[in-house]
């Protein structure tokens, strides 16, 4: 009998293509157990790897002489599920990557190469009949100790050591005794990290549920029943999409199968965890990357075990070990969480389609903003599109008013702030409530807009914004979609005005103004430079929700799912801010995040107001998105997307090079496009599917202290361009010298 086994090991050599993993073959010693997805060590090479058992055969052309054994297996169970198996080949195949690759992402990082153990304490229990426990007591003379101990072991559980040592004063001498008599039994036992605390906190009573709750109860409880379907929620903020969720996860706990809850980032939804934990207790796991190495492999344990049956976590939880699938939600899926664009890239979406559809598992994504793609799909049939347009109990939505900037600069106010918008905080404080800033700036570059006409300084070719680059950059403005350079003008090309510049407040700015104009109001600010650290979310929301704190300060990070009764003032500093980002994407970013962050306002009993300051009111993203019509919103923006050729009608993607070295990166990045030019020659079917390809240097030149070079593509969506695709994932691959190279497809964003 041969083991095949698939060693750790990415070098393209050892591991193979994606269409043809390399597996080795071990002999398995006659008195080891061993079955397919468990990981075992062997010899590799004169090393010890660790590898994973994908199957097994009677035959091997490997010469006896030659064949090793198997050491060992690291677990005593198979630590890949046959479905995550299957998973793993597919998407090898399909990102072009060998499967030792992918089967990583079905592990926690940390069991690889044994730097995570179980943690283990001493038990004890009775090793005689319960009923013979009193004539025990009765024979242990003098011993005060032992007969406690006894008492305490009568009610046949398992104790653990520190527990009796709470009761009885150093007991592990009479431990022994009794252990030695043959009485009791001393042994060890797995403790499991439970992060965040075990105990479940006050149960909750189930609120009656509103009529389109009920509804979409009504219609997929029956698919749950028998574990298929795929819907799409499209939900307004505050409809209750959380209690349907909750609702279903009861049900399909009580057919005895497991559920996912899939959440854009942990930290920014800590009520769903809350929420969870309170309905469900201890059969809930949390998986994110924010636990500690050992938490994050105890919850995997539990859930590998079947202990834990409802598991909520962030991207990489799709890939969890539960057997018995019966559904996953993938909530607020129009994030770009989701998508993981670096090798072996995946989108936890499809990935939970894909389990969903195998394991005979019912699917659910939900947002109040659809993405544009899976909004799209709903509409060809591949999704049940349910809707849920009201907020629970008739709350109203909150009203949205457009406030255009480029008045205030008219009428001399060059503050941050709006007129209406101090007026608005001001009357927010006096009523006690609280209030909601979002600052939404992120990346490296900013776009240059002029102040009095809210020009946006475009590039010619391509309709996105020229960028100018804060850091590092040469002072002129750029597209990095097709590589046009521009003077920064002096003066604005349509007004002449002279207040020309580009877009620089931040969070920071906004909390200083804060400070000058209410003094005695403590503010909290989000955003990457204040929520570092495992618990750095959790601090500032605490101190917001208990009130401490009236005004919180963020970027787009406060614009998530997050529930807070009291805020009734909502305020958008410049919604243009994300509208001009050189990305395709970006109108349906701003749209998403302008209704999301409305949607923070009025959730309690009282209502809410949203002020969005801008610098081009009569835009009509920022008009669909102040009406909170989404339809109107998806209709223009697929459309704009098939005439302008953009995804999903296209794909976009990358040859991304990095390098210590400048010149290493635009040499490697230059011998790329001319290999690309040359596959392009021999295969005129593939030339055919290409719209552009261009080699150029990213807007953000460098990164972490590497220099950046790309080469980007745009493609056609077409079979023969799948090809094409495996051949520059093949190239991607290939070591080059002094230069890391990475494939990106549809990446969530080309600076
Ligand atoms: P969404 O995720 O759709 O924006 P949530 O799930 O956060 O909305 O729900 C909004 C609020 O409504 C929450 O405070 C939730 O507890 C409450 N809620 C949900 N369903 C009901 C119901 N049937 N009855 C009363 N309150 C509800
Ligand atoms: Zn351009």
């Known amino acids: ?143 005060q100790k032992r007969r406690m101990l006894l008492t305490l072991l009568r009610d046949g559980e398992i104790h653990t050591v520190g527990d009796l040592k709470m009761l009885v004063r150093e007991p592990l001498e009479a431990i022994r005794q009794l252990e030695a008599a043959g009485l009791i039994r001393m042994t060890l036992q797995e403790v499991l990290r439970r992060p965040g605390g075990d105990a479940p906190e006050e149960p909750v009573p189930d609120p009656v549920l509103t009529a389109s709750q009920q509804e979409v109860l009504d219609v997929m409880l029956p698919d749950i029943a028998q574990g298929r379907g795929k819907y799409l929620l499209h939900g307004v903020t505050g409809s209750g999409k959380t209690e349907v969720f909750i609702r279903l996860v009861r049900h399909v706990l009580s057919q005895g199968k497991a559920a996912m809850i899939l959440v854009p980032e942990i930290a920014l939804t800590p009520q769903m965890v809350s929420w969870f934990r309170a309905r469900f207790g201890a059969v809930a796991a949390v998986l ?150 979002l600052m939404n700036r992120r990346g490296y570059n900013s776009f240059i807009s002029c102040r009095s006409c809210g020009l946006v300084m475009k590039c010619p070719n391509c309709d996105v914004a020229l960028t100018y680059h804060l850091y590092g950059g040469d002072g002129q403005l750029h597209c ?85 009764p009291r805020v009734t003032l909502v305020g958008v500093v410049a919604a243009d801010m994300t509208l001009n980002l050189p990305d395709y994407r970006s109108r349906e970013r701003t749209f998403q995040l302008l209704t999301q962050v409305a949607g923070r306002a009025g959730r309690g009993t009282l209502p809410g ?29 697929f459309d704009r997307r098939r005439t302008g050729l953009y995804p999903p009608f296209t794909i976009l993607s990358r040859l991304l090079v990095e390098s210590q070295s400048e010149r290493a990166a635009q040499i490697a990045a230059s011998a790329l496009h001319a290999r690309c030019l040359a596959l392009l020659e021999k295969h005129p079917q593939w030339k055919k599917r290409v719209l552009m390809m261009l080699l150029d240097q990213p807007s953000v030149k460098v990164l972490r202290g590497k220099a950046r070079w790309h080469v980007m593509f745009k493609l056609l969506v077409h079979p023969e361009t799948e090809a094409f695709v495996a051949a520059l994932t093949e190239m991607a691959r290939e070591p080059f010298e002094g230069a890391d190279v990475y494939f990106e497809y549809n990446p969530t964003t080309m600076m």
């Open 609 to 637: 107001q949203v002020i969005v300051q801008t610098y081009k009111p009569e835009d009509e993203v920022i008009v669909a998105a102040a009406q909170q019509d989404y339809r109107a919103f998806f209709q223009m923006e």
């Open 480 to 564: 990095h979609y097709c590589g046009h350079v521009a003077p920064q003008p002096e003066k604005c090309p349509s007004c002449a005005g002279r207040y020309i510049r580009y877009f620089g407040a931040g969070t920071q700015k906004i909390e200083e103004e804060l400070h000058k104009l209410f003094p005695n109001v403590s503010v909290v600010r989000m955003d990457i430079d204040t929520t570092s650290g495992k618990e750095g979310h959790a601090k500032l929301l605490d101190e917001f929700r208990s009130g401490r704190a009236r005004i919180l300060v963020g970027t787009q990070m406060i614009a998530k799912g997050l529930d807070f």
């Open 288 to 437: 994110h990357s924010r636990l500690s190495a050992g938490e994050r492999f105890d919850e995997w344990r539990r859930i590998r075990r079947g202990d834990a049956r409802v598991i909520i976590g962030a991207r990489s939880a799709v890939f969890a070990p539960c057997e018995g699938l019966g559904l996953i939600v993938v909530d607020e899926e129009h994030e770009t969480t989701y998508l993981s664009d670096r090798h072996p890239r995946y989108d936890a979406r499809d990935v939970a389609a894909w389990r969903c559809e195998h394991e005979g598992a019912t699917l659910l994504l939900a947002s109040a903003t659809p993405s544009i793609l899976s909004f799209a799909k709903a509409r060809r049939g591949d999704y049940t599109l349910l809707e849920m347009p009201h907020r629970v109990g008739n709350r109203p939505m909150p009203e949205v008013t457009l406030v255009d900037m480029r008045k205030e600069i008219e009428n001399g106010n060059r503050s941050v702030f709006s007129g209406l918008l101090t007026q608005k905080l001001h009357e927010c404080m006096q009523r006690g409530e609280q209030a909601m800033l």
């Open 1 to 143: 009998m041969y083991a095949q086994v698939i060693v750790d090991i990415v070098h393209e050599n050892v591991a193979g293509s994606a269409a043809h993993p390399r597996t080795f073959s071990y002999l398995v010693p006659p008195d080891m157990k061993l079955s397919v997805g468990q990981r075992v060590e062997v010899p590799f090479a004169r090393m010890i790897k660790e590898g994973v058992v994908v199957g097994f055969t009677e035959e091997c052309d490997v010469p006896p002489d030659k064949l090793k054994s198997v050491r060992a297996p690291l677990e005593d169970y198979a630590a890949i599920l046959p479905c995550l198996l299957t998973l793993a080949r597919r998407m090898a195949e399909d990102s072009h990557c060998s499967l030792a690759e992918t089967l990583r992402l079905m592990l926690p990082a940390e069991m690889r190469g044994g730097r995570i153990q179980v943690k283990q304490q001493p038990v004890v229990q009775l090793a005689i009949p319960v009923t013979d426990v009193d004539e025990a007591i009765a024979k242990q003379g003098r011993s």
